[in-house]
């Protein structure tokens, strides 16, 4: 699954966009044919656990009755270059499945290709930051306990079946948790049960965040690879506006005293700051600002060809002067005149923010200018 039409599929993207994409859960049953479930078979998680340096008790937890098995419980102290880790024990850890836990492996974006790829097309078709978890759990377990998420989820069922149990509450638009709030509260907060949906291999499932749901699987053991996605929300303007606005005298100035004239003045000077920062928000600069902060979320698939090696094609500035571009190719130039000479995988390498299509674009303009030359 490599493009958002495939993890949809038979539903178009249009059709997800316009009819649930925010709104309400979709349920995509596998259609004849589909090769979803090879996400991630049996035989590739175990080889994921059997890499045991890969886990420590952060990324590979045991659930018991909704709760997470102490690290203690199931791993060894162990020493690493980067100090002392809970790493668990392989041993341990089939005790405890044996005796009902369930398995949750989270940041496994990047550790099996076929989850990489779909992670990437997630994060490319909606603008955002992508983890990817793996649940595996067993006759009457689940993994966690009724609750709601504060990031869109999609979940691939890959072996077995998983009981998604959907309730009538929802959080609008929530970016995190009341601080306090326990199980009880959840438990209160998520109301009557609307719907149950039972996932077989190859079903996909989109959770909105804010939904209520919890799961159980039934009697086969389940294995499902979940993917979180987090687009940019509207408060995220907020961190970009400090260089725009400081460039306008008006924010730098002193603001008038609150009972100045009534505090008329202040009001004054407020309502002309409100004008002023809605134009910068407005404005086409600023557009490319958000589209480049939305581009460093993305997450992008490694792409490693050995014993092949990548070329490196080298550059160096001739002083000339660079076109008058857009601020997307500006950030590429001024890594070059910083840079002097250069080879254009690495300033690839550096602006994650840009696509390669977009530097290499931003490249041209700027050889044709004069501004660069081969070396």
């Not at 490599?2 to 539903?11: K, S």
């Not at 076929?114 to 955002?128: D, R, W, Y």
């Not at 407020?270 to 004008?275: F, Q, R």
């Not at 950030?331 to 840009?354: G, K, N």
């Amino acid at each position: 699954m490599r493009t958002l039409e495939e993890i949809l599929h038979p539903v178009t993207p249009a059709q997800f966009r316009a009819e649930y994409e925010g709104r309400q859960p979709l349920h995509i049953p596998a259609a004849e044919g589909s090769n979803k479930r090879t996400l991630l078979p049996w035989h590739a998680f175990n080889g994921l656990l059997n890499q045991t340096n890969v886990w420590d008790s952060e990324r590979l937890k045991l659930m018991r009755h909704d709760d997470a098995v102490p690290p203690e419980q199931y791993c060894r102290r162990k020493r690493t270059p980067a100090g002392m880790i809970w790493r668990p024990s392989p041993a341990k850890v089939e005790v405890f499945l044996s005796a009902g836990a369930s398995i949750l492996a989270n940041d496994v974006l990047t550790l099996h290709s076929p989850i990489t790829h779909a992670g990437v097309a997630l994060g490319e078709a909606l603008a955002a930051e992508v983890g990817a978890s793996v649940f595996c759990s067993f006759k009457g377990g689940r993994a966690v306990a009724t609750h709601y998420d504060v990031h869109e989820v999609f979940a691939v069922q890959t072996e077995g079946e998983k009981v998604w149990n959907l309730y009538e509450g929802r959080e609008i638009d929530p970016v995190g948790y009341p601080p306090g709030m326990t199980q009880t509260d959840f438990n209160k907060a998520c109301g009557r049960l609307v719907s149950t949906i039972t996932m077989k291999p190859g079903d996909v499932l989109y959770m909105p965040r804010g939904f209520y749901h919890d799961t159980v699987t039934p009697d086969q053991p389940s294995l499902h690879v979940s993917f979180t996605v987090m687009p940019l929300a509207g408060r995220s303007i907020l961190s970009l506006l400090d260089g725009p606005v400081l460039q306008d005298a008006a924010f730098r100035a002193w603001l008038p005293a609150a009972d100045a004239d009534g505090g008329a003045r202040l009001e004054a000077r407020l309502a002309d700051l409100a004008t002023r920062l809605a134009g910068i928000v407005a404005s086409p600069a600023f557009r490319d600002e958000v589209a480049l902060l939305q581009r460093r979320l993305m997450p992008r698939a490694p792409g490693f060809g050995l014993p092949a090696r990548k070329p490196a094609t080298l550059y160096r500035v001739t002083g000339r002067a660079f076109p008058d571009v857009g601020p997307r190719a500006r950030r590429a130039y001024d890594w070059m005149i910083e840079e002097r000479q250069f080879a254009v995988e690495d300033l690839v390498a550096d602006m994650e923010s840009l696509s390669e299509a977009d530097i290499r674009s931003a490249l041209a303009r700027a050889e044709q200018a004069g501004a660069v030359q081969r070396v």
